[in-house]
């Protein structure tokens, strides 16, 4: 119940912060590190461990955000570049534009940042 009353609270106020941010062109999507959670489990944990850094199918995904470089292609580890490849797959990783949704990308990024 408590738990139901907070989402709809956090739910209304990310409503109340996009329309009272008129000029932005495109909505933020909004970032949910539970919503992520989900996302990781049904896309993304076949592959990739979320609790070591050991390869399963993909690199393991622990302590992410906390090496200074993506772990197949060297890149710097930002949110751009993880965005880019969870759209555009490759090396083995499927490409998931149009099967999730930006606030879905989103979401799995701000989980990537808890591990
Ligand atoms: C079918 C297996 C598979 C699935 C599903 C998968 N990946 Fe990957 N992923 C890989 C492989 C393989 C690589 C290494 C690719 C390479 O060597 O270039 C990789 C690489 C990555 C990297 C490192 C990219 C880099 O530039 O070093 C990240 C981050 C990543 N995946 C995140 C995800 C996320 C988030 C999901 C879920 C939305 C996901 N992957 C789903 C197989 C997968």
Do not use: W
Request: charged fraction near 15%; hydrophobic fraction near 45%.
């Amino acid at each position: 119940m408590t738990k139901h009353v907070i989402s709809i609270t956090v739910a209304a106020i990310a409503l109340g912060a996009a329309t009272l941010l008129p000029g932005k062109t495109v909505a933020r999507p909004v970032a949910d590190v539970a919503e992520g959670k989900a996302v990781f489990n049904a896309s993304c944990e076949q592959c990739h461990s979320a609790t070591s850094k050991d390869v399963k199918v993909g690199p393991g995904l622990l302590g992410l955000f906390k090496g200074g470089k993506l772990p197949a292609s060297g890149k710097p580890v930002t949110d751009a570049n993880v965005r880019a490849r969870i759209l555009s797959g490759g090396g083995g990783m499927p490409a998931f534009k149009g099967s999730l949704s930006d606030a879905q990308v989103a979401s799995v990024i701000a989980y990537l940042r808890t591990l």
